[in-house]
């Protein structure tokens, strides 16, 4: 990547809806060369898809909490892995060093919606042993931006 696609791709983690001429009036690019530079963006999937950010609180999602997963054994982590992605709850998975195998990033209308999640659907599955929930009481930053700059 250049400094021209590095600028693009900051022009639109700024603003996704910006039209490819206003991309190139910003970056000196035509039109066309700006919706070239876009495709290669994509076909190296440095850019998948298109979204817009949906505000949590204002769809009835008001709680943000944080879980950590501890898996008894490595052979379960496909498995727990392949479950979580269909959990519409969990907006992010990660496998993790340290004392816990996994850190969820998940969002529910209520507690009572937390409590199932985590009780019947979480430590439900094959391997996990114990589970630690961090409640976030408010965020004073969370974005998509990556600092690619």
């Not at 590095?6 to 910003?26: H, K, M, N, V, Y």
């Not at 950590?68 to 269909?86: G, K, M, P, T």
């Not at 507690?111 to 009780?119: A, H, R, V």
């Amino acid at each position: 990547m250049d400094p021209t696609d590095i600028a693009i791709i900051g022009l639109l983690q700024a603003d996704g809806r910006l039209s490819l001429a206003r991309i190139g009036a910003e970056v000196g690019l035509s039109t066309s060369a700006v919706n070239d530079r876009l495709r290669g963006l994509r076909e190296r999937g440095v850019l998948a898809g298109t979204t817009v950010i949906v505000d949590p609180a204002k769809v009835g999602l008001g709680v943000l909490a944080f879980i950590s997963v501890l898996i008894d054994w490595s052979a379960h982590n496909e498995a727990f892995s392949r479950a979580v992605r269909d959990m519409p709850e969990v907006l992010e998975c990660h496998h993790v060093t340290g004392d816990w195998s996994y850190l969820l990033k998940v969002r529910t209308r209520d507690n009572d919606s937390l409590e199932d999640l985590i009780s019947n659907r979480i430590k439900a599955l094959p391997g996990v042993t114990r589970s630690e929930t961090v409640f976030a009481v408010g965020t004073d930053k969370e974005t998509t931006q990556l600092p690619i700059s």
